[in-house]
C-alpha cells in the first residue's frame, strides 16, 4: 500500500527537542523530494521544510530556519524532523508529503500532533 | 514570498448547490496551483493540480480554472461528502497555502 506513516510527536516543554519520523512504503521514496507541513490546531497549512532526494538540499520556511532539521534514509525510507528549541507557536500536527516532479503534494500522511506546553 | 489569498473564508450551502471558492495570488504563478480537501481529523488530499487538471479519482463535480494570479475551484452540484475545508497551494515559487475555505451545511 502506498502511505506516509508519521510517529514520534508529543507533548515537550518550551525549548525541549522532539524528533518526528515518517515511514514511507509502497513507492520508490529516494527518488522525490519530501515535504513537512504543520496546522496549528483550527488553522491552515503551512509548510515547513523541503528536502531533495538526498540530505544535500533542504529549504526551511523563516520561522524554523536555525532550529529544525529535516533528513532522510533511503535505505530505511524514513523520513526525519529534528525540532530544536521549540516554542509555543510550534504546536501544530506536523505531516509529511511527497512531492511528484511537478512540484505539488500527490501523498500526506496522516499527521503526528506536537504540543509545546510547560 | 507568495501570499495567497482565499474567498470566502466560511460558505454555507445546500446539497446540489453550484460552489465556487476564489484563491487569489500576491504575484504571477503561472498555473502552479494545487487545491486540496482536508476533513476534521484526516491529512489533505489532492484535487486539482496545475489550476485546472483533475486527479485521478476524484469525481467530475469538481473543477478548477485560472491563471496568473486569480484561480477558482468549481464544485458543480454539491454532495453530503463535500461538505470539508479546502486549501488552494501554490507551488512556483517554493511552496505557500492560502488560509482555507470551510464548506458547511447551511
Known amino acids: 500500500e502506498v502511505q506516509l506513516v508519521e510517529s514520534g510527536g508529543g507533548l515537550v516543554q518550551p525549548g525541549g527537542s522532539l524528533r518526528l519520523s515518517c515511514a514511507a512504503s509502497?513507492?520508490?521514496?529516494?527518488?522525490?523530494?519530501m515535504h513537512w507541513v504543520r496546522q496549528a490546531p483550527g488553522k491552515g497549512l503551512v509548510w515547513v521544510s523541503r528536502?531533495?532526494?538526498?540530505?544535500?538540499?533542504?529549504l526551511y520556511a523563516d520561522s524554523v530556519r536555525g532550529r529544525f532539521t529535516t533528513s532522510r534514509d533511503n535505505m530505511k525510507n524514513t523520513l526525519f524532523l529534528q525540532m530544536d528549541s521549540l516554542r509555543a507557536e510550534d504546536t501544530a500536527v506536523y505531516y509529511c508529503?511527497?512531492?511528484?516532479?511537478?512540484?505539488?503534494?500527490?501523498?500526506w500522511g496522516h499527521g503526528s500532533l506536537v504540543t509545546v506546553s510547560s | 514570498d507568495v501570499q495567497l489569498t482565499q474567498s470566502p473564508s466560511t460558505l454555507s450551502a445546500s446539497v446540489g448547490d453550484r460552489v465556487t471558492i476564489t484563491c487569489r495570488a500576491s504575484?504571477?504563478?503561472?498555473?502552479?496551483l494545487a487545491w486540496y480537501q482536508q476533513k476534521p481529523g484526516k491529512a489533505p488530499k489532492l484535487l486539482i493540480y496545475?489550476?485546472?487538471n483533475l486527479e485521478s479519482g476524484v469525481p467530475s463535480r469538481f473543477s478548477g480554472s485560472g491563471s496568473g494570479t486569480e484561480f477558482t475551484l468549481t464544485i458543480s452540484s454539491l454532495q453530503p461528502d463535500d461538505f470539508a475545508t479546502y486549501f488552494c497551494?501554490?507551488?512556483?515559487?517554493?511552496?505557500?497555502f492560502g488560509q482555507g475555505t470551510k464548506v458547511e451545511i447551511k
Open positions: 508529503a511527497k512531492m511528484n516532479g511537478y512540484g505539488y503534494f500527490d501523498l
Open positions: 528536502i531533495e532526494t538526498d540530505n544535500s538540499g533542504t
Open positions: 509502497g513507492f520508490k521514496f529516494g527518488s522525490y523530494w
Open positions: 496545475k489550476a485546472s
Open positions: 497551494q501554490q507551488y512556483d515559487f517554493d511552496w505557500s
Open positions: 504575484q504571477s504563478i503561472t498555473s502552479r
